[in-house]
């Protein structure tokens, strides 16, 4: 009896079913039942589920109160080949899989459907091909064999069933969604912005600032239009390239100050105001869209929403529920102890052995007991700041931990000469000829649908990248390069720590309702949240010998039980 089973839509809105042998083939007659979620709770022993597109089955099963305990996504597996065989940007559906197979003409993917408001996707998305489940068996055998292909095949296939795993955790917090209280929010958004005025103008603190802004410059300015401040600062003798606030705080100018206050509270309003409220929070939750590896390192984005730029005055809306917490987790310096367990530098894995402050811990070794410098070092080798100051704390950082600095400097070595860069478990970067810089381009990498403002991402920067997009810095294709190998590494952990977070929480009545790449939130009874928290540790200790064996490194977690997001921090 196996207990692996293929699952495929079929036109009447039934499903074809099989049973798969150890080589990815059928062992027994495909069959059609007429109800999905029947077909599936019926077979309990069935260990993991093999589908084309975990968006286009789970969802629908969630809703009938059907929890699978593993699947293999065909169409996300294809994305990790094809960028491990170096042809990232091919289509990746399982019709373009199935046709490239074949020798046939390749379909372009399908465009991703706008983010929508409330939205839950659906079982049978419009605008994809469905497959027979034998043509969709026939791309499966042929994944496996190329997972075979790849230079560590153990690896790979880790990372593809944590990828299906995210997968799963994605489509089940969309689902159960982000605890929320309308009622704080709508308080909260008046203490900050005042009354709102008819007509969907700016509300009245809005309002009563850019009457400050203008004034200062003696006309009216608009704060909300760049280029209108930018020539504002000229007529006044200076000279600024943009409005951000980092340029403009050190200004001697009375504008400075209610401009620096307009932009902070125009962007609550625009990204988290009233109308956000209004098409994003239903019954008590906020319900964005998790998308897992929607980024180039794995990162996860929201598809609409903003649930990942959430700013801290707005999380004080993010409340449990009656008799309920928050368990907000929080890993502690997940980079640094990452890059120690992917180059093996034996000092710096002695460093992340310790659940104690890891940069305190470097500084007294390199730098004297500094911990800024030490800081600014680490971070420095991961991201590429190599000049100035930079060049000086990495060459301190180098006579301590050689390895380590020798990993990321050989990352920016292969990323400036084209060469693939994977991650531990095999994850890869496009190579020079394909990727760009997205804000070079000017392409927003939060948005996998390009709706301007819908989308949401970490707010780092270091995603991106974006394939078909041709950068000619290679330089700036190098830092991306050191920096993939340890933020994808570090994605590759965090599924497994999801993966295994998700199994352990299955009896309980805690549901995970966050995650971004550091941090994680579950939802559960006052009285499970001792045993959540336990759960968290345990998880992070799995995740890190699944994904980098047996290493002295420590993956600690700052966790805060709480009744309210904005007081765990």
């Not at 305990?69 to 399982?94: F, Q, V």
């Not at 980092?246 to 932009?263: F, G, M, Q, R, T």
């Not at 990323?415 to 693939?420: K, M, N, Q, S």
Request: hydrophobic share 40%; glycine share 10%.
């Amino acid at each position: 009896m196996t207990d692996r089973w293929a699952l495929a839509p079929a036109e009447d809105g039934g499903v074809e079913l099989a049973a798969l042998g150890p080589d990815g083939l059928p062992v027994g007659p495909v069959r059609w039942e007429p109800d999905p979620a029947e077909a599936v709770r019926g077979r309990p022993e069935v260990a993991r589920w093999v589908w084309r597109s975990t968006a286009e089955v789970y969802p629908r099963l969630l809703a009938a109160g059907v929890r699978v305990e593993r699947c293999y996504d065909i169409e996300d597996a294809e994305t990790l080949l094809l960028g491990h065989e170096g042809r990232a940007g091919e289509p990746r559906s399982a019709a373009a899989a199935l046709a490239r197979l074949r020798g046939g003409p390749v379909p372009p993917d399908p465009p991703l459907r706008a983010a929508e408001p409330g939205s839950q996707s659906p079982l049978f998305e419009p605008q994809s091909v469905r497959l027979p489940l034998a043509d969709l068996v026939e791309v499966y055998a042929d994944q496996q064999r190329r997972h075979d292909a790849t230079a560590h095949p153990d690896r790979m296939r880790l990372l593809t069933a944590a990828e299906s795993a995210g997968m799963l955790v994605a489509a089940e917090m969309n689902r159960a969604g982000l605890p929320w209280s309308a009622e704080t929010h709508r308080r909260v958004l008046h203490e900050l912005l005042g009354e709102r005025y008819a007509g969907g103008g700016e509300p009245r603190r809005l309002a009563e600032l850019a009457d400050e802004v203008s004034a200062a410059f003696g006309r009216r300015v608009r704060p909300d239009l760049p280029a209108d401040v930018v020539k504002a600062f000229a007529q006044a003798g200076i000279k600024v390239r943009s409005t951000r606030r980092w340029e403009i705080e050190s200004l001697d100018h009375p504008a400075v100050k209610p401009l620096v206050e307009y932009k902070k509270l125009y962007r609550i309003w625009v990204a988290h105001g009233w109308s956000w409220l209004q098409d994003w929070v239903r019954d008590g939750r906020f319900r964005p869209e998790f998308l897992a590896g929607g980024t180039v390192t794995g990162r996860w984005v929201t598809h609409g929403g903003g649930a990942l730029q959430i700013p801290k005055v707005i999380r004080r809306a993010v409340v449990a529920d009656p008799g309920w917490r928050l368990v907000v987790a929080d890993a502690d310096q997940m980079e640094p102890r990452v890059l120690a367990a992917i180059s093996r530098d034996p000092g710096l894995m002695e460093v992340a052995g310790r659940e104690s402050d890891l940069y305190q811990s470097v500084s007294d070794r390199a730098f004297s007991g500094d911990r800024a410098q030490a800081k600014l070092a680490v971070l420095g080798a991961v991201y590429g700041q190599t000049s100035g100051d930079g060049l000086k704390n990495l060459a301190a950082l180098r006579r301590r931990f050689p390895k380590a600095v020798a990993y990321v400097d050989d990352a920016a070595r292969a990323g400036e000469e084209g060469r693939l860069v994977r991650t531990w478990l095999g994850r890869t970067c496009p190579p020079a000829a394909g990727t760009g810089d997205a804000e070079e381009a000017g392409i927003p990498q939060d948005d996998p649908a390009g709706q301007p403002g819908s989308g949401s991402g970490s707010g780092s920067g270091e995603d991106g990248w974006v394939p078909g997009y041709a950068s000619t810095n290679t330089r700036a294709r190098g830092r991306f390069a050191r920096n993939f190998v340890v933020q994808g590494s570090a994605a590759d952990w965090a599924l497994l720590l999801l993966a295994a977070l998700r199994q352990t929480l299955a009896p309980m009545a805690a549901e995970l309702v966050f995650f971004q790449h550091d941090e994680v939130i579950v939802h559960c009874p006052e009285e499970e949240a001792e045993a959540v928290v336990a759960a968290i540790g345990r998880a992070s200790e799995l995740a890190g010998r699944l994904t980098f064996g047996e290493t002295p490194v420590r993956f600690p977690f700052t966790t805060a039980v709480v009744e309210c997001y904005a007081d765990a921090k």
